[in-house]
């Protein structure tokens, strides 16, 4: 008797990042249309036609697009194509496809309503002729050697969050879990397939309290599929909406101008998350937390987040005094009302797709471009017909739940079923690229930094260590490095020098740098050195002060401050001095009165926090100016 051949699939190893080390399935159709766009555009379509380079996602928005059409390629199509391109690669392809056809599917809006209603029926339907022929055809063992990403429908469960106040949410809440959960199961059985769950995006989860029932959600509908939370590959943050990946001049939510922190400004609503780096970050703390391993990882759908052009900050304004004044000043998204979504206009094209963005250790794995440039939101009712969602209504308006009201910015003059092509859209999405498309800022480029050699350990303190290394160097050219604590990102330099402050004494860290363009392509980390911070304390007379730079653009930062009562007994009052060893200028403060004389600088308690007990502590910030370099202060503290 002759035992029967172990599988492909049964031999296929599920890596932890599968974007690492692959090469992309560029989707036949989406080229097709780039390139027909670029042939009419004159000029202009040598710049467009490098849109066609770069992956985007295959939507299964329906049961037709399964087998496909006269126009788009089924679902086994694409991956037959997929496989001509491995045969001749010497790396594994990957394949992104979108799952999107929930019973009651975007149940808040009606632009992309689906086809399979919300009821037990409907759920029956989506299983049997929805689901189960993707993993059918996932399945076969002649696609096992593909890597498989599947975006697991977008927007359904944040709506379970957030919109239970709609009636149509409401009843279709039961049919999204239970339908992801299948989704997930039927998916997460094929081991060359990889489940990212939506999370919506900064704009939509940042808050409290959406974020925290939002990770429950997540992790009660994961726990429920047999193989539990590892049926998740990990989550996928802004797919086919514009907020930005960073906010470069407003790193600070709490920042304080004219008396109130900046996430009271009206665009941000007391949301703390300004943009879906420092969000997705924050949300995979909580996911973790809900009982996610920390090894998920997250997915920045960065297709129109550029927010280039000329409307676009290129410098910290520091000038306005109120936080409505600076918060329009300085950040780059241009949105009237961060709840606009629909076919927004002034949007341009974000980050190529690339693995690994912020490095090996980030909690974001890739950047992606989920939604392709040049497809349609949706559109809006007219006389014509009814279908469509008002908020695509270039002249209608929406609400923020708080009296304010806003216009939807969709781009003006058109009415664009969602998914079909948009070449007003598609045109101003290139125009407005950041990186740029058309200059050496990034259009095309894939290519990333060399390693940054010699990194030392050129100074220590009881509370810093300060390092330097030897440029990288780029085919276009290097825009800054990323710097790693123990594993952590703690900071970024224009220049390559780094301090980091706020250590504890007697205490080794561990150190890494990679560097990064302007396309956002990031280097492998250097080798790591080790500082050891010195003896002893930094404190006096009851108290002492650490110092940490949060954010540094070259020519400004911002720094906090974390005052410790080091005595027996409560403090009343408190108070920390220094001396700047550069050009630095205090322009800004938060949670104490700041003063600064030449290059001294005071900074005491406020009334409601001087008073500290034995052992406690509180902090506060300030922004800054400089020219040159910026090395950290030695602070002293008094306290009475």
Not at 166 to 182: F, I, L, S
Not at 382 to 404: E, I, L, R, S, W
Not at 480 to 506: E, F, M, P, Q
Request: aromatic share 8%; charged share 10%; net charge negative.
């Amino acid at each position: 008797m002759v035992a029967a051949a172990p599988s492909a699939q049964a031999a296929t190893t599920h890596v932890a990042n599968p974007y690492v080390g692959a090469t992309p399935f560029l989707n036949p159709d989406y080229v097709a249309e780039v390139n027909a766009q670029a042939a009419q555009d004159g000029s202009n379509g040598s710049i467009e036609a490098k849109v066609a380079a770069n992956q985007t996602a295959i939507w299964l928005d329906r049961i037709g697009a399964i087998a496909g059409d006269a126009t788009h390629r089924g679902l086994q199509a694409q991956l037959d194509a997929a496989e001509a391109q491995a045969a001749t690669s010497t790396l594994p392809v990957l394949v992104e496809i979108v799952v999107y056809d929930l019973p009651g599917r975007d149940c808040a809006a009606l632009a992309s309503n689906g086809e399979i209603p919300a009821t037990a029926a409907g759920l029956t339907q989506y299983e049997s002729q929805y689901i189960d022929p993707i993993a059918t055809l996932l399945g076969n063992s002649k696609y096992s050697n593909l890597r498989v990403s599947a975006i697991i429908e977008p927007d359904s469960l944040p709506n379970a969050v957030t919109n239970q106040s709609k009636p149509a949410c409401t009843t279709a809440t039961p049919y999204y879990e239970t339908g992801v959960a299948y989704a997930l199961n039927k998916l997460h059985a094929i081991p060359n397939v990889y489940n990212y769950l939506d999370i919506g995006h900064s704009g939509w989860l940042g808050w409290s309290s959406n974020m925290g029932p939002a990770a429950q959600e997540l992790a009660k509908v994961a726990k429920s599929t047999p193989a539990g939370v590892a049926s998740v590959d990990g989550f996928v943050s802004n797919t086919a909406n514009t907020t930005p990946t960073e906010e470069p001049f407003l790193p600070n939510t709490t920042m304080q101008v004219g008396g109130q922190p900046l996430d009271s400004a009206n665009f941000y609503q007391w949301n703390p998350y300004f943009d879906e780096h420092s969000y997705d970050e924050a949300m995979h703390a909580s996911l973790v937390s809900a009982g996610f391993p920390s090894s998920v990882g997250m997915l920045i759908d960065t297709s129109r987040n550029g927010w280039g052009g000329s409307a676009r900050p290129t410098a910290l304004n520091s000038t306005p005094t109120t936080v409505g004044a600076y918060v329009a000043a300085n950040k780059v998204d241009q949105r009237p009302f961060r709840g606009d979504w629909c076919n927004v206009n002034g949007a341009g094209i974000g980050y190529r797709p690339q693995a690994q963005p912020y490095g090996a250790t980030d909690p974001v794995i890739a950047f992606v471009w989920i939604k392709p440039p040049g497809e349609s939101d949706g559109d809006y009712p007219t006389a014509g017909h009814t279908h469509g969602d008002p908020h695509c209504d270039p002249a209608g308006t929406q609400t923020d739940g708080n009296g304010g009201t806003y216009p939807t910015d969709a781009i003006p003059g058109y009415d664009v079923p969602a998914g079909n092509w948009f070449a007003a859209q598609f045109q101003q999405l290139v125009a407005n690229a950041y990186p740029a498309l058309g200059s050496t800022t990034g259009g095309g480029d894939t290519t990333p930094p060399s390693t940054p050699a010699g990194l030392t350990v050129t100074g220590t303190t009881a509370g810093s260590v300060s390092l330097s290394w030897s440029a990288a160097t780029d085919n276009v050219a290097v825009t800054g490095y990323n710097v790693y604590r123990n594993g952590t990102k703690v900071g970024t330099a224009t220049t390559t020098s780094y301090t980091d402050t706020g250590l504890t004494a007697a205490t080794a860290y561990q150190y890494t740098v990679s560097a990064y363009d302007a396309a956002g392509n990031t280097s492998t980390a250097s080798a790591a050195v080790t500082g050891t911070t010195s003896g002893g304390g930094g404190g006096s007379a009851g108290c002492k002060a650490t110092y940490a730079i949060a954010n540094d653009w070259g020519s400004g930062f911002t720094a906090n401050v974390t005052v410790t009562n080091t005595g027996s007994t409560a403090t009343n009052s408190w108070k920390v001095t220094w001396s700047w060893g550069g050009s630095q200028q205090v322009t800004n403060s938060w949670n104490a009165t700041v003063t600064q004389s030449g290059a001294s600088v005071s900074a005491a308690s406020m009334a409601y926090n001087g008073a500290l007990a034995a052992g406690a502590n509180t902090s506060f910030g300030f922004q800054g100016s400089y020219s040159g370099s910026n090395p950290a202060p030695t602070l002293s503290c008094t306290a009475s």
